[in-house]
């Protein structure tokens, strides 16, 4: 084999790696076809519901064969920050069926309204304080 036709081989070899790099990275750009792929099983269903306007937050619902689960994030530039669980509504079997929410001078009150295993329909609020999601506060509704 000559210099010259080594050279063309490993000139050729580099530009079919460079391409297939940028394919791959071009198909990992799809973030919706990338949550679909980690979408996990026994997953019915998940929706995000954004927070009070003026504020970073977002809660994540997610429907799952015998119960739901409700996580509260704060987004910043296109990226999740800080993800908290509200595990009371996974340990009491209840279904979400609507969350409300308004900013407070302290942070955010959300209102979920839920649905019990036995049918009846019940109201809690979420006090969420900025910045310390973990130090929040789920109870029944005070009328």
């Known amino acids: 084999m000559t210099a010259k036709s080594r050279i063309l081989r490993n000139q050729t070899a580099a530009l079919a790696l460079v391409l297939t790099i940028g394919i791959n990275?071009?198909?990992?750009?799809?973030?919706?076809?990338?949550?679909?792929?980690?979408?996990?099983?026994?997953?019915?269903?998940m929706a995000?519901?954004?927070g009070p306007a003026e504020s970073d937050l977002r809660f994540v619902v997610?429907?799952?064969?015998?119960?739901?689960r409700l996580f509260v994030q704060i987004r910043r530039d296109g990226?999740?920050?800080s993800?908290?669980?509200?595990s009371e509504i996974e340990t009491s079997g209840e279904r979400i069926?609507?969350?409300?929410?308004?900013?407070?001078?302290?942070?955010?009150?959300?209102?979920?309204?839920?649905l019990a295993p036995?049918?009846?329909?019940?109201?809690?609020?979420?006090?969420?304080?900025?910045?310390?999601?973990d130090a929040y506060i789920y109870q029944p509704a005070s009328n």
Do not use: C, H, W
């Open 25 to 45: 990275e071009a198909a990992g750009a799809d973030e919706i076809a990338d949550a679909a792929r980690m979408f996990p099983d026994g997953t019915a269903q």
């Open 48 to 50: 995000a519901i954004p």
């Open 62 to 68: 997610t429907r799952l064969a015998d119960r739901d």
């Open 79 to 81: 990226k999740t920050q």
């Open 83 to 86: 993800n908290v669980e509200a």
């Open 97 to 114: 069926l609507e969350i409300r929410s308004e900013s407070e001078a302290t942070g955010t009150t959300a209102f979920v309204d839920t």
């Open 118 to 133: 036995d049918g009846s329909e019940l109201t809690y609020e979420l006090f969420l304080e900025i910045d310390k999601l």
